[in-house]
């Protein structure tokens, strides 16, 4: 088995670029339907979605728009908890067709706070297509519209997604041994 070592861990391969890659067609393939009528605008979490948002975006063909977003938790002043807010979208998205764009779902807290403040703006519709999915994590009762791939509870590195800084760049998803 391919292992790696990543700071202090070592990680074996768990989902080839080959799979990777195939399955990302897919996806597009189910998005240039869904959207075939439509100019939605995918909105990509930072940093980790971003290997799989080009990916994915090379392979659509319909009239879309991308644009980029981070979140940023804080405490509050008043320390009543923490507060978040959404930097970096100017696009206006009032009556607009929204699809996420995520490299993996855990507890689902990230997309939840996500989606809350999109939808203070009144879009027409917000989707989500993660790369990766825990749904032995996932703590919500909604839905994942697009899902590239249902892991189990490890913690995994490559395409995007990183172990203190490191390994975004692999081009396989590699887990803990
Ligand atoms: P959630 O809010 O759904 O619990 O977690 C989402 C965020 O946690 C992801 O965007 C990612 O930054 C981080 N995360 C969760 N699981 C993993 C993992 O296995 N590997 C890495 N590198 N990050 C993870
Ligand atoms: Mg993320």
């Known amino acids: 088995m391919k292992q790696i070592k990543i700071h202090d861990k070592s990680f074996g391969i768990s989902i080839s670029s080959e799979s990777i890659q195939d399955r990302v067609s897919i996806i597009a393939q189910q998005l240039n339907k869904e959207y075939a009528e439509d100019t939605p605008l995918f909105i990509v979490v930072l940093n980790g979605a971003f290997v799989f948002a080009a990916d994915l975006f090379k392979r659509l063909t319909i009239e879309c728009e991308i644009s980029f977003v981070k979140i940023s938790s804080y405490q509050g002043m008043e320390s009543t908890g923490i507060l978040n807010e959404l930097i970096g979208l100017s696009e206006n998205i009032h009556c607009r067709k929204i699809v996420i764009i995520e490299d993996i779902i855990d507890s689902g807290n990230t997309i939840e706070k996500m989606i809350n403040e999109l939808i203070k703006e009144k879009p027409a519709e917000v989707k989500v297509a993660t790369m990766l999915f825990k ?35 692999l081009p396989d998803i590699y887990k803990t041994i």
């Not at 994590?137 to 839905?143: L, P, W």
């Not at 899902?147 to 995007?160: A, K, L, M, T």
């Open 135 to 169: 749904p032995e994590a996932f703590k919500k009762t909604y839905s994942i519209d697009y899902i590239g791939f249902e892991i189990p509870n490890d913690f995994v590195v490559g395409y995007g997604l990183d172990y203190d800084g490191l390994g975004r760049n």
